[in-house]
């Protein structure tokens, strides 16, 4: 084993507030048992998952409710037993406000589980292995949702450098992961073991940062005995996103548009190690996630959450909303979005709820133009110039923002942050990227709509020569070329019938 001491700083980013103490003090509390679960079944990158159940079917705890669809998919499990209710559109978590399908559930009370086998993965082939995790709904919990079983399948490639295992928390507010980790490190160990039987690397890191030093202890207490190594990592924001924490323990630059798995590197939040463990060692599928509920709420902490409860109940479990919340935040202040409802369910993406007050918000400024100071360059980890980004979202001149690496933008914030000019220049980053999207997808669909089209026209056509070539085998029988000489009535038994017969 490697021994990797060092790190390596990334460009950029910045010393944010942190406001961990908020929530960090008490244990994760167990989430009351809602009456209504409301299961959103696209919780993960990918598909959606197709619904395996109707109105009035009985659930138990853990039953499969929806299965992964495609490769880039994953499942989804009922989080309690109970009948469900609907199978229909409801609003969920996003920054589009949109509403998708869901499975809604209501509770019997009885949490009444499936049969749970624990898994011997080391005497499993890996794709069954990989499949288990799959069937079982593991995304990365850091807030990203991609199926893990993808991850953990390098289909082919060269062995695995460097397994990292991210425990940054770097965004201002959150908790869950720093919770996780002090009370739940042998669980988390364990997940660990299992994502390096499959990927075998050649060194395990765990990246922490300095201002979780019981966490530092509790992991690295974990860990004996064993050869991955505890990396405390400095306090600065965004040491949590891949690539950055790729650069700062390994040295590696992952490719502008590439993946950290090009450098020989795979990386999984915490979270998702506690997840594989539950699979593995308890026969659990993910039904339930650690949510830090902060900021302007009465008692904040951590709450152990089934999927699919209202983040309305979650305050209520906080004592409830203090005066003066501007904003319900899903996520933390840098890279989180604002809620429409409070009555949208916890997804398997939901790290945090942050209920601000305007002091917890960037405060509304005049917008001024860009004095071209160069403070947004300075501070993106991405090493990107965002002023140019900008200039160019703004004036719809997408090819060039592409030109200028705009998909590398992490939206971070810290451009924003910083710029005296109070320019939102993340909004325009992901208006740019929107619309990106949609003309790509206009684009497809007019491929599509041209291909559906071409197809339609050769098939006419081939039909067209068919008929005439059946025609054509069929007209020496009706209309002989050559004349030939009428039998006299009585001859033979034949009638010639002519096309004048018609
Ligand atoms: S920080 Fe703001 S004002 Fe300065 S260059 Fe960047 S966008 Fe322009
Ligand atoms: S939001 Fe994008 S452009 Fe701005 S600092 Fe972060 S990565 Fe750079």
Redesign the pocket.
């Given at each position: 084993m490697n021994a990797l001491k060092r790190l390596f700083p990334f460009h950029g980013g910045l010393k944010t507030v942190r406001h961990k103490a908020e929530s960090n003090q008490s244990p994760i509390q167990p989430g009351a048992l809602p009456r209504q679960l409301t299961v959103p079944l696209r919780q993960h990158i990918g598909a959606i998952a197709k619904p395996l159940v109707q109105p009035g079917d009985r659930v138990l705890k853990g039953q499969m409710i929806g299965q992964a669809d495609g490769y880039i998919s994953a499942a989804i499990h009922a989080p309690t037993s109970g009948i469900v209710a609907a199978v229909e559109s409801r609003h969920v978590p996003h920054p589009s406000g949109l509403p998708d399908l869901c499975v809604v559930i209501d509770s019997d009370g009885e949490e009444r589980w499936i049969d749970r086998e624990p898994v011997d993965y080391r005497h499993r082939h890996p794709s069954e292995l990989r499949n288990i995790l799959r069937n079982a709904g593991i995304v990365g919990l850091g807030g990203a949702g991609f199926p893990s079983a993808v991850k953990l399948n390098l289909s082919g490639s060269d062995d695995l450098e460097t397994l990292i295992l991210n425990g940054a928390e770097c965004e201002p507010w959150i908790t869950c992961d720093d919770r996780l980790m002090r009370e739940r490190a042998a669980g988390i160990v364990a997940g660990l073991r299992v994502m390096a039987h499959l990927l075998k690397p050649r060194d395990v890191l765990i990246g922490i940062e300095e201002d979780k030093p019981e966490a530092i202890a509790a992991m690295s207490e974990a860990c004996a005995g064993t050869d991955y190594q505890v990396r405390p990592i400095p306090t600065r924001y965004p040491s949590g996103s891949v690539k950055q924490l790729v650069k700062l323990l390994t040295g590696k630059e992952t490719p502008v548009e590439g993946l950290p798995v090009d450098v020989g590197v795979q990386c999984f939040n915490v979270a998702t190690a506690y997840a594989v463990h539950r699979v593995v060692d308890h026969g659990e599928p993910l039904i339930s996630r650690v949510v830090t509920v902060t900021g302007q709420v009465k008692q904040p902490g951590n709450i152990e959450a089934l999927l699919g409860t209202a983040f309305a109940d979650l305050v209520e479990q906080c004592g409830g909303y203090r005066e003066g919340v501007e904003r319900l935040i899903m996520g933390g202040p840098m890279m989180g979005f604002a809620l429409h409802s409070d009555e949208v369910p916890v997804t398997k993406a939901a790290n945090c709820i942050l209920a601000a007050s305007a002091a917890e918000l960037t405060p509304e400024q005049p917008v001024m133009p860009?004095?071209?100071?160069?403070?947004?360059?300075e501070v993106c980890p991405a090493d990107l110039l965002?002023?140019q980004l900008?200039w160019h979202a703004r004036a719809r001149e997408f090819d060039k923002a592409q030109d200028h690496h705009l998909f590398s933008c992490i939206e971070c914030g810290c451009?924003s942050y910083?710029?005296?000019?109070h320019?939102p220049?993340v909004q325009y980053y992901r208006y740019a990227k929107n619309e990106i999207w949609a003309q790509e997808k206009e684009k497809q669909k007019a491929e599509l709509a041209r291909q559906r089209h071409q197809a339609r026209v050769e098939r006419l056509e081939r039909e067209k020569q068919e008929r005439e070539a059946k025609l054509r085998q069929k007209a020496p029988a009706k209309a002989p070329l050559s004349p030939s000489p009428s039998p006299t009535r009585g001859e033979g038994s034949t009638v010639v019938v002519s096309d004048r017969d018609g």
């Amino acid at each position: 084993m490697n021994a990797l001491k060092r790190l390596f700083p990334f460009h950029g980013g910045l010393k944010t507030v942190r406001h961990k103490a908020e929530s960090n003090q008490s244990p994760i509390q167990p989430g009351a048992l809602p009456r209504q679960l409301t299961v959103p079944l696209r919780q993960h990158i990918g598909a959606i998952a197709k619904p395996l159940v109707q109105p009035g079917d009985r659930v138990l705890k853990g039953q499969m409710i929806g299965q992964a669809d495609g490769y880039i998919s994953a499942a989804i499990h009922a989080p309690t037993s109970g009948i469900v209710a609907a199978v229909e559109s409801r609003h969920v978590p996003h920054p589009s406000g949109l509403p998708d399908l869901c499975v809604v559930i209501d509770s019997d009370g009885e949490e009444r589980w499936i049969d749970r086998e624990p898994v011997d993965y080391r005497h499993r082939h890996p794709s069954e292995l990989r499949n288990i995790l799959r069937n079982a709904g593991i995304v990365g919990l850091g807030g990203a949702g991609f199926p893990s079983a993808v991850k953990l399948n390098l289909s082919g490639s060269d062995d695995l450098e460097t397994l990292i295992l991210n425990g940054a928390e770097c965004e201002p507010w959150i908790t869950c992961d720093d919770r996780l980790m002090r009370e739940r490190a042998a669980g988390i160990v364990a997940g660990l073991r299992v994502m390096a039987h499959l990927l075998k690397p050649r060194d395990v890191l765990i990246g922490i940062e300095e201002d979780k030093p019981e966490a530092i202890a509790a992991m690295s207490e974990a860990c004996a005995g064993t050869d991955y190594q505890v990396r405390p990592i400095p306090t600065r924001y965004p040491s949590g996103s891949v690539k950055q924490l790729v650069k700062l323990l390994t040295g590696k630059e992952t490719p502008v548009e590439g993946l950290p798995v090009d450098v020989g590197v795979q990386c999984f939040n915490v979270a998702t190690a506690y997840a594989v463990h539950r699979v593995v060692d308890h026969g659990e599928p993910l039904i339930s996630r650690v949510v830090t509920v902060t900021g302007q709420v009465k008692q904040p902490g951590n709450i152990e959450a089934l999927l699919g409860t209202a983040f309305a109940d979650l305050v209520e479990q906080c004592g409830g909303y203090r005066e003066g919340v501007e904003r319900l935040i899903m996520g933390g202040p840098m890279m989180g979005f604002a809620l429409h409802s409070d009555e949208v369910p916890v997804t398997k993406a939901a790290n945090c709820i942050l209920a601000a007050s305007a002091a917890e918000l960037t405060p509304e400024q005049p917008v001024m133009p860009c004095i071209r100071c160069s403070a947004c360059v300075e501070v993106c980890p991405a090493d990107l110039l965002p002023q140019q980004l900008y200039w160019h979202a703004r004036a719809r001149e997408f090819d060039k923002a592409q030109d200028h690496h705009l998909f590398s933008c992490i939206e971070c914030g810290c451009c924003s942050y910083v710029c005296p000019s109070h320019i939102p220049l993340v909004q325009y980053y992901r208006y740019a990227k929107n619309e990106i999207w949609a003309q790509e997808k206009e684009k497809q669909k007019a491929e599509l709509a041209r291909q559906r089209h071409q197809a339609r026209v050769e098939r006419l056509e081939r039909e067209k020569q068919e008929r005439e070539a059946k025609l054509r085998q069929k007209a020496p029988a009706k209309a002989p070329l050559s004349p030939s000489p009428s039998p006299t009535r009585g001859e033979g038994s034949t009638v010639v019938v002519s096309d004048r017969d018609g």
